[in-house]
C-alpha cells in the first residue's frame, strides 16, 4: 500500500507515500479509499486529513503506470474524489511542496484544504497535449475564478500558494498554514470536525458556482489569444472550452464534457507526440550497460581549450551553474576577445532582466584564462574546443595527456572527427570522450555525448549527469562521421540539393519546411550557420566518398563568396546589420545555369514532396544509427532532433513522425523517390530495420 494511515487525537492522517512525488498509482489510490473506510468505520475518527510524505502532496499521475492496465484500474482517480465526496466526515488535503495535476484535482476533491507557502501548485496537463481528466477544468474554475483558473490550465505553468490564497473571493485555500503544517492541519481539523458535529454540511467544490460577469465575451476573448499563440497544438483552446463547460453547464454535464475532451484529446497526434517527447527526454539517460548508480567521478572544475565560437560558448554552461572554469588559449588577444563576448552576453541578459547584477559578477568570478598548460592541472574535466583539424586535436590531446591529473576527464566537442582516433593520442583512452555541443552552446539545450570504444563507464554516466547539471538533454551517440544529428542532416542536405537541381527554388523548399513546422528551413539555416562550414566538411567528406553524389550548387554558391548572413550573401541577399531572408537573383541564375549543365529540364515540385523527401531522408538514416547501436534507441533520434535541430515538437521528432504517417506508407514514399532519375536511388532503400518493421505492421516505438 502506498499509503500510511494514522489517528492522532480524533484525526486520521492518511499520508500518500509512493516516491518520489507521490504519484497517484494504483497502490496509492487504493491506499486512500482504504483510509477513508477505516477512518468512517472507527467512531473515535471525527476528520480525516491527507497529506504527501517527503518532497511532495503529490506530483499527479504515476508516469511509470503510463499506457498500463494500472493507471485505469479501479479505483481511478474520479472514483476516488467521488469517495472523497460521498465521506460523512470533514477531510481537509494538507498541501505542501509541489501539488500538481491529479493531485490538485484530489485536493479540489476534498472538503477543505490547507496550504503551506510555497507550494508549486498546478495543472500541467497542457503540456502534455491533454486537459486535466478528473474535474481540474470543473473543479478550480468553481474554487478560484474563472480567469485565474484558466489562466493556470492553459499555461500548465506552477504558481506559488500563496499567491493563489491572496485572489479575490477564492475558495481553494482555507487556510495558509506558517510553521509546521501537520500540527497547524490536525488542528484545523479537529475545529471543522466540532463545527460539523452540530450538523453543519460539509462544503463541496462541486456546488459552487463558475460565474464570470461577461462570459461569453471573455470566452471569445480567451479563444482568439489563445488560438493565436497556441497555432499547432489543439490542447490549449480545449482547455479554454472544457472551463466555458464550467461556467455553462452543471456540474455533472461539464465533468462529461471534459471526459469527451480529454478522450478525443488523447487520439490527437500532437498530443501522441508531446507525450512521446516527455518519455524520450526521460529515457535518454537510460544506458543499457550503464547501470544507475555508476559511482561517478568529482567534477568541481572544468578547464575549456579554445575560447572561440564553442569555447566560450560552453564556459557559459558551467559558470552558469556555479562551476569554475579556466580556458586555455594560443595568444593573450584570443583570451580577451573570448572573455569580452561572455561579458557581452551576459550583460545582454541583465539588461533584459533575466539574469542579476549580482550574480552576473558571481559567474564571472568563477572564470579564470591562462596561455599555459600548467595551470589546467587541478581541472576534473577538460573540454577542447580548438580548430575542427585533426593535427591541432593531436597536439591538445598530447598536451593533455601530460599535464592533466590522473582521472580527469578529457572531452572533444569534435563535430566531424573520429573520437576513437582523438582518444588514442593520449595513453589514457579510458577518460576520454566527445561532448558535441550545439551552437549558441549558451543556448541549446542538446549535448550529444559521444561514446568511444574505449571510454570508461563511470566517465559517461559523469559526463551525462554534469550534462543534466548544467540543463543539457545529454544523449548518447556512438562514433561516427557527423555521430547522430549531423549524420542524419547530411541527407537532408543532400536532398535540399537535388530539389534545387530539379527545379526549386531555395525559397520553396524553406517554406514548405517551415509550413511543416521546422524553426527554419535548410537555406536560411545555411546562411545563419554559414555556408562555407559545410563546404569544409564537403570537401574532406566527399574525397572519401568519391562515389557519392550530391549537389554542387552549396559549393558554387561558396565560390561565388555567398557564405550567408556574415557576408550578407548566401542563399538569400541580406542588408547587413538584418536577418530578412531576400531572395537573390544571382543565387536564382546560378541554379538555373547549373541545372542546364546538368541538362535537367525543371518540373514543378509539390510541397508534400519537398518536405517528404527532406524528412524521410532523415528517417532512413535514423534507422540506420539505430539499428546500427548508434543511437540506443529511436525516441534519442527525436530527441536530438526536437532539441538541437527544431524540428517541430508537435510532431514528436522524425521518428514518431514516420510512425504517425505509418512504416508502411514511408517505405512506399522511399520506393517511389528511388524511381526518380535524378535522386540517389541507393539511399532510398530502406534500412533494413524500418524494412522489417513495416512488413511486420510495426512501428519505431
Ligand atoms: P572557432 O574558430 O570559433 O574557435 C576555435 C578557437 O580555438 C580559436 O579561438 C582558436 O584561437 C583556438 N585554438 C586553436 N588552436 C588552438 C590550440 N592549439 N590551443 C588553444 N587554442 C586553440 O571554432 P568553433 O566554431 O568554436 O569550433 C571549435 C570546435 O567545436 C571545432 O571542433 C568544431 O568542429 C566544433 N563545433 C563547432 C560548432 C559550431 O557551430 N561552430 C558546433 C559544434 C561543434
Redesign the pocket.
Known amino acids: 500500500m502506498s499509503a500510511n494511515y494514522e489517528v492522532r487525537g480524533n484525526v486520521a492522517v492518511i499520508t500518500l507515500d509512493n516516491p518520489p512525488v507521490n504519484g497517484l498509482g494504483h497502490a496509492t489510490r487504493l491506499g486512500i479509499t482504504d483510509g477513508l473506510a477505516r477512518a468512517q468505520a472507527d467512531a473515535a475518527v471525527a476528520a480525516i486529513v491527507i497529506t504527501g510524505a517527503g518532497k511532495a502532496f503529490s506530483g499527479g499521475a504515476d508516469i511509470r503506470e503510463f499506457g498500463s492496465p494500472k493507471a485505469l484500474a479501479e479505483p481511478n482517480l474520479l472514483s476516488v474524489i467521488l469517495v472523497l465526496e460521498a465521506c460523512s466526515k470533514p477531510v481537509v488535503a494538507a498541501i505542501h511542496s509541489v501539488c500538481m495535476g491529479g493531485g490538485l484535482e484530489l485536493a479540489l476533491g476534498c472538503h477543505y484544504r490547507v496550504a503551506s507557502p510555497g507550494t508549486q501548485v498546478a495543472l500541467p496537463e497542457v503540456k502534455l497535449g491533454l486537459v486535466p481528466g478528473a474535474g481540474g477544468t470543473q473543479r478550480l474554475p468553481r474554487a478560484l475564478g474563472v480567469e485565474n483558473a484558466l489562466n493556470m490550465i492553459v499555461s500548465g505553468e506552477a504558481v506559488k500558494s500563496e499567491m493563489l490564497a491572496m485572489a479575490p473571493g477564492q475558495k481553494l485555500f482555507d487556510k495558509i498554514i506558517e510553521g509546521d503544517l501537520m500540527t497547524g492541519v490536525v488542528a484545523f481539523a479537529a475545529e471543522k470536525a466540532a463545527e460539523h458535529s452540530k450538523g453543519a454540511a460539509l462544503p463541496l467544490v462541486r456546488n459552487l458556482k463558475a460565474t464570470h460577469p461577461n462570459a461569453d465575451g471573455f470566452f471569445q476573448f480567451a479563444r482568439n489569444t489563445v488560438g493565436a499563440m497556441s497555432r499547432n497544438f489543439p490542447a490549449p483552446l480545449q482547455c479554454v472550452e472544457a472551463v466555458a463547460a464550467a461556467v455553462k453547464l452543471p456540474f455533472d454535464a461539464g465533468m462529461k464534457r471534459e471526459r469527451e475532451i480529454f478522450i478525443s484529446l488523447m487520439m490527437t497526434p500532437e498530443s501522441k507526440a508531446l507525450r512521446h517527447a516527455f518519455f524520450a527526454e526521460r529515457a535518454t539517460s537510460k544506458i543499457p550497460d550503464v547501470p544507475a548508480d555508476t559511482p561517478l567521478r568529482a567534477v568541481d572544475k572544468v578547464a575549456i581549450?579554445?575560447?572561440?565560437?564553442?569555447?566560450?560558448?560552453i564556459a557559459m554552461n558551467f559558470l552558469s551553474a556555479g562551476i569554475p572554469v579556466v580556458t586555455?588559449?594560443?595568444?593573450q588577444d584570443?583570451l580577451d576577445?573570448?572573455v569580452a563576448t561572455i561579458r557581452k552576453n551576459y550583460e545582454a541578459q541583465v539588461k533584459k532582466g533575466k539574469l542579476k547584477a549580482d550574480k552576473y559578477e558571481q559567474r564571472m568570478a568563477l572564470l579564470s584564462t591562462t596561455l599555459a598548460y600548467e595551470d589546467l592541472k587541478d581541472a576534473d574535466m577538460v573540454i577542447?574546443?580548438?580548430?575542427?583539424?585533426i593535427v591541432?586535436?593531436e597536439?591538445?590531446f598530447k598536451?593533455l595527456d601530460a599535464v592533466m591529473k590522473a582521472g580527469a576527464i578529457l572531452a572533444?566537442?569534435?563535430?566531424?572527427?573520429d573520437v576513437d582516433k582523438i582518444a588514442a593520442f593520449t595513453k589514457r583512452p579510458e577518460d576520454v570522450i566527445g561532448t558535441?555541443?550545439?551552437?549558441p552552446?549558451n543556448v541549446m539545450k542538446l549535448l550529444e555525448v559521444v561514446r568511444g570504444a574505449k571510454t570508461a563507464k563511470d566517465v559517461l554516466a559523469t559526463v551525462v549527469a554534469l550534462g543534466k547539471k548544467i540543463r543539457k538533454t545529454c544523449v548518447v551517440s556512438g562514433v561516427c562521421d557527423g555521430f547522430i544529428g549531423n549524420r542524419m542532416i547530411e541527407q537532408y542536405s543532400r536532398q535540399a540539393g537535388f530539389l534545387l537541381e530539379e527545379g526549386c527554388t531555395p525559397q520553396q523548399v524553406d517554406k514548405a519546411v517551415e509550413k511543416f513546422g521546422f524553426a527554419m528551413g535548410p537555406f536560411r539555416m545555411g546562411d545563419l550557420?554559414?555556408n562555407d562550414?559545410g563546404w569544409y566538411i564537403r570537401k574532406r567528406r566527399y574525397l572519401e566518398k568519391p562515389n557519392l553524389r550530391y549537389s554542387k550548387t552549396a559549393d558554387l554558391l561558396c565560390e561565388m563568396g555567398r557564405y550567408g548572413q556574415k557576408t550578407s550573401a548566401g542563399w538569400y541577399d541580406y542588408v547587413p546589420g538584418k536577418r530578412d531572408a531576400i531572395p537573390s537573383k544571382l543565387v536564382t541564375d546560378m541554379i538555373e545555369k547549373h541545372r542546364a549543365d546538368l541538362g535537367i529540364t525543371p518540373r514543378k515540385i509539390s510541397d508534400d514532396e519537398i518536405v517528404h523527401r527532406l524528412v524521410y531522408a532523415l528517417v532512413n538514416e535514423g534507422a540506420k544509427i539505430v539499428e546500427e547501436g548508434i543511437a540506443l534507441r529511436a525516441s534519442d533520434v527525436d530527441m536530438i532532433y526536437l532539441t538541437g535541430y527544431g524540428f517541430p515538437l508537435f510532431r514528436g521528432g522524425p521518428m514518431c513522425y514516420a510512425d504517425t504517417v505509418g512504416l508502411f506508407n514511408v517505405v512506399q514514399a522511399m520506393n517511389r523517390f528511388a524511381a526518380n532519375p535524378h535522386d540517389d536511388a541507393q539511399f532510398w532503400q530502406p534500412a533494413p530495420l524500418l524494412a522489417r518493421l513495416a512488413a511486420d505492421g510495426k512501428s519505431f516505438s
Do not use: R
Open positions: 581549450i579554445g575560447a572561440g565560437t564553442m569555447g566560450g560558448g586555455l588559449e594560443m595568444k584570443a576577445k573570448g577542447e574546443a580548438v580548430f575542427e583539424d591541432v586535436k597536439q591538445v598536451a572533444t566537442n569534435t563535430s566531424t572527427l558535441h555541443f550545439f551552437s552552446a550557420a554559414g562550414v
